[in-house]
């Protein structure tokens, strides 16, 4: 799914009327329909919605969807907050139709004095927000303002209309600076812009972000920013595997990484990954690891495969493994590399890591002490791709300052931008996680992840990323760029199926595991079409911003 600049969706929606005959006010039916249905479905026990509309057509939408909301019989009060002569076009109409019916108390109402005589009205189960939308730019000023600081009395969950009023379409920060609405829900049309992607809009990690389609056609979303959402990539591993599939098929991942010794033990690393890769579809996995570390990793998994490699005194892999005869024994048949987990970084270990980098050709998957390894030697890179490898680097962004030569803090301020520009420099694909993980492609093309939460911050995680990645790549190497995408997306995704009903501060990284199943059988876009860029559809908004939840 693309996501679209504010200008784009504008022009997409002009394109959509113009060339494609489809009246504007039609779309903003369509619109209020999907708002509607969404509230009902959300909040399936509420009886009493509060609508702020403005007057623009986010404001349309909003008075379209009181009016479907009055008919079905739920209690509704709409709120116009502007005079009804400012209003033109299809708002105007959409204010026209709500006023000719008998569906719930209407109020134009132009001073913030006269909002606040209204109080009975925050005593909703649901309060609709579309005041502003895909065309605002910041910050909230007036009557909108002023609305904010009134809905602060209310314990009503709370329902953007295209996006909570105060953020602009086109940010891509995590936040913003200057007043915004609170928002429990969001419901978008069409397509994404980069506020939905990027930001946290939602009071809760788990609240819903949706895109409903309205009637616009393919044809009309046009972007140049090549920007997607990476859950988009999930439909390729909801393909059936064919009946007479048999395990070379899918590829043999090799595991590359492990400490036992002295220097501490990390035998856990790869043993997590390669258990991810095995968990995703990959027809074999081999965990390569020292000698000493053999039997720990062994004992995580009868399934697994495993490789012993020769170890230096303080437990950490040696270059004697290139030795020609060595190098072939253990790289013979695998058709990606992950290497990077619980690698360590001794002079043996760099040694080993850039020499079996540079002696073999397979899709590389890197990771961890692999990174810091390659931070340590950039002129490596070239040889590092190529041929045209594919070559996909997961760093945090303390690796990835490393990576780059900047500050951590420089990295967060602009993970965009030091993403896209680090992997068409260096020709990788670069998985820079985080909150909102992003996926940067070699031709320019960047993925934004919307899944995942905070109890993934503990030590296992990126392992299991890394063997997803891997296992991934074996079954998909003519479609790399996809696979990768769909890994970021489907782990995150499992952490979030872990944690929910759970607690974020108790859950560990293999808790997910469990859960790889049940993410690879969801499916973000449901029967009516809603795309589920964030939560879990049929779950009702967190108790804590509800009204209802509370009766």
Request: hydrophobic residues 50%.
């Amino acid at each position: 799914m693309r996501v679209l600049a504010a200008a784009e969706m504008q022009a997409c929606d002009r394109a959509t009327t113009e060339r494609f005959g489809i009246p504007s006010l039609e779309l903003m039916r369509g619109a209020a329909a999907s708002i509607a249905a969404f509230v009902r479905q959300q909040y399936p026990r509420a009886k009493r919605v509060t609508v702020l509309c403005g007057r623009g057509n986010n404001g349309g939408d909003g008075m379209m969807a009181a009016r479907l909301l009055g008919a079905a019989g739920l209690e509704v009060t709409t709120f116009l907050l502007s005079t009804p002569a400012a209003l033109k076009g299809d708002a105007a109409q959409a204010w026209q139709e709500l006023a000719a019916c008998d569906h719930g108390a209407i109020h134009a109402v132009d001073t913030a004095e006269e909002l606040a005589a209204h109080g009975r009205a925050l005593e909703a189960d649901v309060i609709l927000d579309a005041l502003v939308g895909t065309g605002f730019a910041p910050p909230l000023k007036g009557l909108a303002l002023a609305a904010l600081d009134w809905i602060k009395g209310s314990r009503a969950a709370v329902v953007a209309v295209d996006l909570p009023s105060g953020w602009a379409a086109d940010a891509t920060s995590a936040a913003v600076e200057g007043p915004v609405f609170p928002a429990d829900a969001v419901i978008t049309f069409t397509a994404p812009k980069p506020a939905h992607v990027f930001g946290q809009l939602t009071r809760g990690w788990e609240q819903p972000v949706v895109v409903a389609p309205i009637g616009s056609p393919d044809e009309a979303i046009v972007s140049t920013l090549g920007m997607e959402w990476a859950g988009s990539a999930q439909e390729l591993t909801h393909a059936p595997r064919a009946t007479e599939a048999n395990k070379g098929k899918f590829g043999h991942v090799l595991v590359v990484g492990g400490s036992f010794g002295s220097s501490g033990g990390k035998a856990g690393a790869p043993a997590m990954a390669s258990l991810a890769a095995m968990r995703v579809g990959a027809g074999l996995v081999t965990a390569a690891v020292p000698a000493p570390a053999l039997g720990a990793t062994a004992a995580f998994a009868a399934e697994l495969m495993t490789w012993p490699l020769l170890a230096n005194t303080a437990g950490q892999i040696t270059p004697e493994n290139l030795a020609p005869e060595l190098l072939a024994a253990f790289t013979v048949g695998k058709s990606v590399l992950a290497i990077g987990p619980g690698l360590g970084q001794s002079a043996d270990t760099v040694k080993f890591t850039l020499g079996l980098l540079a002696a073999t050709e397979m899709p590389a998957v890197i990771d961890a002490d692999a990174l810091n390894i390659l931070a340590a030697n950039p002129d490596f890179f070239p040889t590092l791709v190529k041929g045209g490898r594919t070559v996909v680097l997961t760093p945090h962004p303390g690796e990835m300052a490393r990576l780059a030569g900047i500050p951590t803090a420089e990295v967060q301020a602009n993970r965009l931008e030091v993403a896209s520009s680090f992997a068409r420099k260096n020709g990788v694909t670069l998985v820079l996680k985080g909150a909102r993980t992003l996926i940067a492609h070699p031709e320019g093309r960047v993925a934004v992840n919307t899944t995942g939460n905070p109890g993934m911050a503990k030590g296992g995680s990126g392992d299991l990323l890394t063997g997803m990645v891997a296992g991934l790549l074996a079954q998909h190497p003519d479609d790399a760029g996809r696979a990768v995408e769909a890994a970021v997306f489907l782990h995150g995704l499992a952490a979030d199926l872990a944690v929910r009903g759970a607690d974020e501060h108790t859950f560990l990284a293999t808790d997910s595991l469990a859960h790889f199943s049940q993410a690879f059988r969801f499916r973000s876009r449901t029967t009516n079409g809603y795309v589920w860029l964030q939560g879990l559809p049929g779950e009702l908004s967190p108790a804590r911003a509800s009204h209802e939840a509370a009766e």
